[in-house]
């Protein structure tokens, strides 16, 4: 139990303190910028999501992220919901070559849950962790899984983690 109490707080303060911006850029056409995009995938039931997310890369290997995503539907204690999150994450990256990378991401959700008559809503840690190949300096596609804690609580009797495998197009705007 104390090292649930420790680690949500920790791990919200780890995926805040990478949102913030990084004044260090690199000698290549790193400039801080702005993107956005889309993504589709099926959670671990395989039941299809879909999300919209908003960023800024601060250089190339720290960024952060905000989004909204539709989880699909999942079996919590019995009952079947429909499950969405909004999210704040931190993004880490790795560049392997020019056009490839490979990211983490840590932070927190605020996700709904609801179904069979009950409704709730749950604050709780997300990761992650994917690839990204940029076709161009400004479009790029990614492929990632991402895990959403705990999701459903109270009403459900019980609580699950949902997995989400999915496929991203984003845009640079810079």
């Known amino acids: 139990m104390l090292v649930k109490n420790v680690m949500k707080p920790l791990a919200l303060a780890v995926g805040l303190a990478l949102a913030l911006p990084v004044a260090a850029q690199s000698a290549r056409d790193d400039a801080p910028h702005f993107y956005g995009g889309g993504s589709v995938g ?4 395989e039941e299809f999501g879909w999300g919209l ?34 999210e704040l994450v931190g993004i880490g990256r790795l560049p392997i070559f020019d056009q490839f990378a490979v990211y983490g991401k840590l932070g927190g959700y605020m996700g709904r849950a609801h179904g069979g008559g009950i409704n709730e809503n749950t604050t709780e840690t997300t990761y992650g962790l994917g690839l990204e190949y940029a076709f161009t300096r ?37």
């Open 42 to 45: 099926q959670n671990d039931n």
């Open 53 to 86: 997310f908003g960023g800024y890369q601060a250089n190339r290997w720290l960024g952060a992220e905000f989004g909204y995503k539709d989880l699909g539907k999942q079996v919590i204690g019995g009952t079947t919901i429909d499950a969405s999150a909004w």
């Open 138 to 174: 400004n479009l790029s596609v990614r492929g990632e899984w991402q895990r959403y804690s705990d999701l459903g609580g109270g009403g459900f009797g019980a609580k699950a983690d949902l997995d989400m495998a999915s496929v991203a197009v984003l845009y640079r705007f810079r």
